[in-house]
């Protein structure tokens, strides 16, 4: 009696565990055929000479080599991880302030989401044009009101020296929406009684945000932390359309995705490329492990 | 009951897995007769010859009423028409026919994907020795097998903003100017005193328009026959890069770097400029920009060491060693080389087509222009140097020149350097 519900529980189960994989079929392909199997022949590729038609002939470890004796691939490393390194904290420093004063109860606050989430869902293609003429040095905004006070006029994407900076400005600005919306989600959910509660022992606004919000939403900062982290390491398309290969900065606001996506596309050299693609894997996994054992200290999730 | 409900799902999965394996076909150019006709794709890279390209459609439909042809465009800009059709032809779905430029020709010869046209050429009446300029013909010409149809060519020429000179009071270039003529117009047009933010002529890092045709007019050089190594050491090749650099230091020009921010046909369409060299193609956007086009007129390069400097580079026309309909891909490419395609192409004063017969009809698009300064001296013209690493070059040589144009560094010491590394990519890329 036993052994036949038995068997008959399995069966249904068994049916049951079919019809949700023949639904989640087509997600599984996609995955496998978009991301998995790519993944491997990416790592595969990175192993061999691939000419511009996919023909690999081996190649040993010949294209890592390569690549520890390219230089302009060192400067590009400097500069991702110096952007990473600025625009990570300060893109998080200033989501969280903004998450705050749009969570007070002030006058017009969907106004203000709107406008702060308005550069995520704007084309980045677009976003760059915009910046390029804002930085422009002969006619663009930026400019015009250095002019205007009086002082001269700066070639502020054209200078190797400022050009990653302003680059940086707008990768903050581009992000701080999309942070700000999910800090801001995060900070609704912590209950009211606390801050009452605090406000009754006589903390301050600026106290209640240290010892209440920073601590009730760690699990949220840890999570846009981990994203920002990656996709600052990703960086590429705004800069991309920002700096030409004409400009006079091209090489200092040269990030690794940009190496690897002029060699794979422009020269031809799909393994020298994949190669590229494995290094940025393992730093972003680096450090995404060693925040994982980091957030210990400081992730509270009661 | 249960039997049906099965079915369902099992129905329901399969067809949510047919729609995601149709999204992943997706896409691609790729052929298909319906009833009866054939269907080309036709792969292209500029708007501006999309009329163009669609009037010469037309008339190819007219006399063949089971071809249908669809225009693929992909921007240029970006190498996205590359990356585009790279994959494309390699997942087997490149457009039947396509524009191909000698800059990317070698590889893709070499890719195996481009038809030879030979015997399509036999058995037609198109003489390509007969009625194409020797240079187009060969760059697209491999171990003796013809690998595209030449379509257009380019050069360039002078132009002038005539109300910058009649302020100033200075008189119009002519055909027969000289280099030392331009520099001479830039100093009295700077000594006349120009509006804020107006120049006498731009100086960009621009290696087809600029520098390489009067690196060959100086009796320089940049790649050799064999593709082995680079001429950059050479005093001949400086000199015919140092003469624009002069230009640039006198303050004839905005500098290299404010140029890579605004391109100098973008100036010259803003009125900022009262000179500028430009290559063939940018005619229909000047005479199209309302700012200024009443306003210009053209001159042939200016000569160079009693040389007329020019660099030639043009398209072809490709048939794709995949295509389901290759005879009537080929079939069409040999008609856009015909007297009737060409002259459609011509009259149309977008580029300049390549039959000889048919050069002509560029310079009488449009009469109120001198557009014969591009054709004068065309059989003079040094072809692009061109091989398979040519874009790695391209890189470094921009790369750099950046500290020469700038004024860091003297062109002799950046010129060893890019010669050193010029050289290794040559050699790197050869085994």
């Known amino acids: ?302 | 009951m249960k039997k049906t409900r099965g079915f369902k799902v099992l129905a329901m999965g399969m067809a949510f897995a047919m729609a995601a394996m149709s999204l992943t076909a997706c896409g691609g150019g790729g052929s298909a007769s319906k009833g009866g006709a054939t269907t080309l794709s036709f792969g292209i890279w500029d708007e501006k010859q999309r009329p163009v390209m669609e009037s010469m459609i037309q008339a190819y439909e007219k006399t063949h009423e089971n071809v249908k042809i669809n225009i693929q465009l992909t921007p240029y800009k970006g190498g996205e028409y590359w990356t585009k059709l790279e994959a494309a032809a390699t997942g087997g779905t490149a457009p039947d026919v396509f524009w191909l430029n000698v800059l990317h020709a070698e590889d893709y010869y070499d890719g195996g994907i481009l038809l030879d046209l030979n015997d399509y050429l036999k058995k037609s009446d198109l003489d390509l020795e007969k009625n194409f300029p020797e240079a187009l013909v060969k760059s697209y010409n491999f171990e003796n097998k013809q690998i595209a149809i030449p379509k257009d060519f380019d050069t360039n020429a002078l132009w002038y903003n005539k109300e910058i000179f009649d302020k100033a009071g200075v008189a119009y270039p002519t055909d027969d100017w000289t280099y030392d003529d331009l520099a001479a117009a830039c100093k009295d047009l700077k000594a006349a005193g120009l509006d804020e933010g107006v120049y006498p002529f731009a100086c960009p890092i621009d290696f087809q328009t600029w520098y390489y045709p009067t690196v060959y007019a100086n009796g320089g050089w940049i790649l050799n026959a064999d593709k082995t190594e680079t001429g950059y050491t050479d005093p001949k090749t400086q000199g015919g890069i140092q003469c624009w650099i002069d230009l640039l230091e006198e303050g004839y020009s905005p500098t290299a770097a404010a140029l890579s921010e605004t391109l100098p046909d973008a100036m010259f369409g803003g009125g900022s400029l009262a000179m500028v060299l430009a290559g063939s193609y940018m005619t229909p956007e000047y005479t199209s920009n309302d700012a200024i086009n009443t306003k210009i007129n053209l001159v042939e390069f200016p000569e160079f060491n009693g040389k007329e400097p020019n660099v030639i580079n043009g398209l072809g026309y490709a048939v794709f060693a995949g295509s389901k309909n290759k005879d009537a891909a080929a079939d069409f490419a040999l008609w856009l080389g015909s007297e009737e395609a060409m002259k459609i192409q011509g009259e149309s004063g977008v580029v300049i087509s390549a039959r000889n017969d048919a050069q002509k009809y560029f310079a009488d698009s449009n009469k109120d222009l001198n557009l014969a300064a591009y054709t004068n001296h065309s059989s003079e013209a040094n072809p692009l140097p061109v091989c398979k690493s040519v874009a790695e070059i391209y890189d470094v040589e921009l790369e750099a020149l950046k500290a020469a144009y700038s004024g860091e560094k003297p062109l002799a010491d950046v010129c060893e350097q890019l010669k050193t590394d010029a050289d290794a990519i040559l050699a790197k890329n050869k085994k």
Request: hydrophobic share 50%.
């Open chain 1, 1 to 302: 009696m036993q052994g036949t519900t038995k068997k008959k529980i399995a069966k249904r189960q068994w049916k049951e565990w079919g019809e949700g994989y023949l639904f989640i079929t087509p997600l599984l392909l996609g995955i496998f055929i978009f991301y998995i199997f790519p993944f491997i022949q990416n790592f595969w590729f990175s192993f061999n000479e691939v000419n511009k038609f996919n023909v690999a002939t081996f190649y040993g470890l010949n294209n890592y080599i390569e690549m520890f004796k390219d230089k302009e691939l060192w400067r590009a490393l400097g500069n991702t991880l110096l952007y990473v390194g600025i625009t990570v904290p300060l893109g998080l420093a200033l989501s969280l302030f903004v998450a705050a004063l749009l969570n007070t109860k002030i006058r017009g606050t969907s106004f203000y989401r709107t406008i702060y989430f308005l550069p995520s869902v704007t084309m980045s293609a677009a976003v760059a044009m915009v910046w390029r003429w804002i930085y422009n040095e002969q006619y663009g905004l930026l400019n015009a009101a250095v002019k205007a006070l009086g002082l001269s006029p700066h070639g502020w994407i054209t200078d190797p020296k400022t050009a990653l900076f302003m680059v940086m400005i707008v990768g903050i600005w581009g992000t701080v929406g999309y942070n700000m919306i999910i800090l801001l989600a995060g900070m609704q959910g912590i209950s009211r009684s606390y801050y009452e509660a605090a406000a009754v022992d006589g903390a301050s606004g600026i106290r209640q945000f240290f010892k209440i919000t920073v601590p009730m939403l760690s699990p949220t900062i840890f999570f846009v932390l981990i994203t920002s982290v990656i996709s600052g390491f990703q960086v590429f398309d705004t800069i991309y359309m920002m700096v030409g290969k004409a400009n006079t900065a091209y090489r200092s606001t040269q990030t690794l995705v940009m190496i690897f996506y002029r060699n794979a596309f422009d020269y031809g050299h799909k393994g020298y490329a994949a190669a590229i693609s494995i290094l940025i894997f393992s730093i972003i996994m680096l450090v995404t492990v060693i925040q994982m054992i980091g957030q210990r200290k400081w992730v509270n999730y009661d």
